[in-house]
């Protein structure tokens, strides 16, 4: 597990058993299930319409093509930077694990894709042993975050209400590190992941206490599923090598626990995204109408027991450049309504479903108070980094009375950012001068830009303002401008080529 500063967010016992006592939990291996395994025919149910977010497997995996398709991790490695520190402070304590009336079924088996273990409805909860589980030939190895997935066993499941899911596996006694992939699919060789986590997001507050090592554990905190089609859950152990195997575990438990959303946004991985404007700030406006709390998120208040979280939208949003940002949402009498917490992921999942996820502020009822008519929460002077994706999570508090939304971000840059070109086209012979606005336009010396392969010349510059002469283009249409400025690339503005 890449850190340890982390715990499972499940289902406390009372929940457990209410939803074994409403017939909402089923388990077992002798589950009824009439859709056929993979070397069936597929039917309809079991061939799901792909999702855009969903990442292509071809097969067994090669371990070196480093490539972001395929069977790799989605997207490229993260950029070589150290990431901001968490909030100091936190208390880690061990969850209660959740416990059905009767004992949840324990397996050492469902070690082959095509001997799952078989389950329909909107909840489960499995327990495994896989110390006798081994990876058959043709299964994807990657996990989110880089690693390698081991003594794999499979779990067939399909979803009886279209929705959006939480997934988590935790080794309660520890001895390995849990890892989960999500596909969709119908044989190894036409698998589409569809989320994947070797490590769970656990909140951190300000409150004083011990930290209490967690167990290893993993969580896909959200990911859409469809009525009447099949899901294929990987489960096994994590480690950084493919060839060593690690211990096993005797004691992991799965729970797939089923949510219905209202908001657009009212999920992790519907976030809604910010873009910028060419000041350096962007907004995006949302309501609390009808939002949940999902079963992973945070719910507490460490700056007001009283006004707890009871409903959450979200909102993400990826640094163009490394530098500050301010978040807040000021909405119009939002006095003691909402509360504000800041999340980011540096491994790149981007939200698409996975677990892994940090936070780095929370703030309520500060910031954008004004005589009692304005209220609103601030989070200010976060360090953000260029391709990191942030996430906010805004939450009405329990006795507020806020339910519009208005997010903004105002960030300030210390690398180079390219908010706006005064002029975004011209003739394919060139020639003509442009100005390229923004910030931090020099922070690594005199800069240098390109609009496509060729370069301009530079006519004078600041942190603020670039005037560049446009180089001749190859051929009509768009092309990126980029300037370098030392060690430092900007983001790309596009320019186009015309008669």
């Known amino acids: 597990m890449s850190r340890t500063t982390r715990s499972t967010l499940i289902l406390g016992a009372a929940t457990a058993i209410a939803l074994a006592t ?44 480093g490539d972001s398709t395929g069977d790799d991790a989605p997207g490229d490695p993260a950029p070589d930077y150290t990431p901001p520190p968490k909030e100091p402070g936190g208390t880690l304590t061990l969850p209660t694990i959740p416990k059905q009336q009767e004992k949840p079924v324990v397996t050492t088996g469902a070690n082959s894709f095509s001997s799952p273990t078989r389950i329909e409805g909107d909840y489960f909860f499995l327990e495994y042993d896989n110390s006798s589980a081994t990876v058959q030939s043709g299964e994807p190895r990657k996990i989110q975050g880089g690693n390698y997935i081991h ?57 004083a206490g011990s930290a209490t090592a967690p167990p290893f554990s993993a969580a896909i905190l959200s990911v859409d599923v469809t009525k009447g089609h099949s899901y294929y859950i990987q489960l096994g152990t994590s480690y950084s090598s493919k060839t060593v195997v690690p211990a096993a575990s005797t004691d992991i438990q799965v729970s797939v626990l089923g949510v219905d959303y209202n908001p657009s946004n009212d999920h992790l991985n519907h976030a809604k995204e910010i873009k910028l404007g060419s000041n350096g700030s962007g907004n995006a406006d949302g309501t609390f109408a009808g939002a949940t709390i999902d079963l992973w998120e945070p719910s507490d208040n460490y700056l007001s027991a009283a006004k707890t979280r009871i409903g959450s939208i979200w909102f993400k949003w990826t640094a163009p450049a490394t530098g500050h940002a301010d978040f807040g949402d000021c909405a119009l009498g939002d006095y003691q309504g909402p509360s504000l917490a800041i999340f980011s992921n540096y491994y790149g999942a981007q939200g698409n479903g996975y677990g892994d996820l940090d936070q780095y502020g929370f703030g309520w009822d500060n910031g954008c108070n004004f005589l009692g008519i304005l209220g609103g929460a601030d989070v200010d002077g976060v360090a953000v980094n260029k391709g990191v994706t942030y996430y906010m999570q805004v939450s009405e508090t329990k006795g507020g ?99």
């Open 22 to 65: 409403a017939g909402w939990l089923t388990a077992g291996t002798a589950f009824a299930d009439d859709t056929p395994t993979p070397t069936d025919t597929a039917s309809p149910s079991d061939t799901p319409t792909s999702d855009p977010t969903d990442e292509p497997t071809t097969g067994p995996d090669d371990s070196t093509d």
């Open 151 to 207: 003594r794999t066993q499979w779990i067939k499941w399909k979803a009886t209400r279209t929705g959006n899911v939480y997934i988590s596996a935790v080794s309660v006694s520890g001895n390995s590190d849990t890892a989960i992939n999500v596909y969709s699919g119908s044989s190894l060789s036409t698998l589409t992941r569809k989320a994947s986590d070797d490590d769970q997001y656990f909140p951190l507050d300000n409150s």
């Open 401 to 499: 009375f806020s339910q519009d939304v208005s997010m903004n971000i105002s960030a300030t840059f210390d690398t180079p950012w390219i908010g706006k070109l005064n002029h975004t086209s011209g003739a394919l012979g060139g020639g003509n001068t442009i100005k390229i606005q923004g910030q931090a336009l020099n922070a690594g010396g005199a800069p240098t830009v390109k609009f496509g392969s060729k370069s301009a010349h530079v006519n004078s510059y600041s942190a603020t303002e670039i005037s560049v002469k446009v180089p001749a283009g190859v051929k009509l249409g768009k092309v990126d401008v980029v300037v370098k400025s030392g060690i430092y690339t900007s983001n790309k503005k596009s320019y186009t080529y015309t008669l």
